[in-house]
């Protein structure tokens, strides 16, 4: 394709005068080349937007299929937060050991959608511990701990409190609790909380406050405690 473009110009280039003066010949040759570069340009434009179509109609379809098999086993709430089956597995947990997992959160996104519903790292969170249930790892032996910092914070407010500032109920609030039915211990960065203006008392009181959330990375971790961050892929 672009041999033959490279090709169309240079011959455009070759047969115009040397003097700059272009003649009726040179208008039609002109037209010609033009009319058949619209033409080879109209049917590759066309066939990418076909085969772009058609790729997106078989990634729906496959994702729908795949989707239907999702599963639930310990946190609902979000679709993100489902775990699908492997038909082998070879390495499996140990049901036996004491699973410790700290999450770093600072996930937020503030449009429309996405303060109306289960806010994206937590659906993550959601989604890891779902994982561990799922391949065999009883509940009793999670030991869990989120931190969050940056306006993710916001996550945590008490509902009347997120209602005035976002004209909206708390999607959360139902997938917290279900993480503090784990046992599971909410952090929040206490330089976070200056930096943004979301004091303690906005928030859910199960929220404990932290000097800060690197301070929380460190302790834990040094405890035997295994991070994941949960941030945006950009």
Not at 102 to 114: G, Q
Not at 169 to 174: E, F, G, K, Q
Request: charged share 20%.
């Amino acid at each position: 394709m672009k041999s033959f473009i490279a090709a169309c110009i240079y011959l455009l280039l070759a047969t115009a005068p040397a003097n700059a003066q272009i003649t009726n010949n040179n208008d039609s040759l002109f037209t010609k080349i033009s009319d058949s570069l619209i033409r080879v340009l109209s049917v590759n434009y066309s066939t990418k937007i076909r085969d772009s179509i058609v790729k997106k109609v078989k990634d729906s379809l496959r994702w729908e299929k795949i989707k239907s098999t999702g599963t639930f086993p310990l946190i609902k709430n979000s679709e993100w937060s489902a775990v699908y089956p492997v038909n082998r597995v070879d390495e499996k947990p140990d049901p036996s050991m004491k699973y410790k997992l700290l999450f770093n959160m600072i996930i937020w996104s503030k449009d429309s959608f996405s303060l109306k519903h289960v806010n994206d790292g937590l659906a993550e969170i959601g989604r890891i511990i779902n994982l561990h249930i799922a391949a065999g790892v009883p509940k009793e032996n999670l030991e869990l701990a989120i931190v969050i910092h940056g306006s993710a914070m916001n996550v945590y407010l008490k509902n009347e409190v997120y209602q005035k500032k976002f004209k909206t109920d708390n999607p959360n609030l139902d997938i917290l609790k279900q993480f503090l039915n784990l046992n599971t211990r909410l952090m929040a960065c206490g330089q976070a909380e200056l930096f943004f203006n979301i004091p303690p008392e906005d928030m859910i009181p199960e929220v404990k406050t932290a000097f800060s959330a690197n301070i929380v990375l460190s302790t834990y971790q040094l405890k035997g405690y295994v991070l994941y961050n949960i941030q945006d892929d950009k």
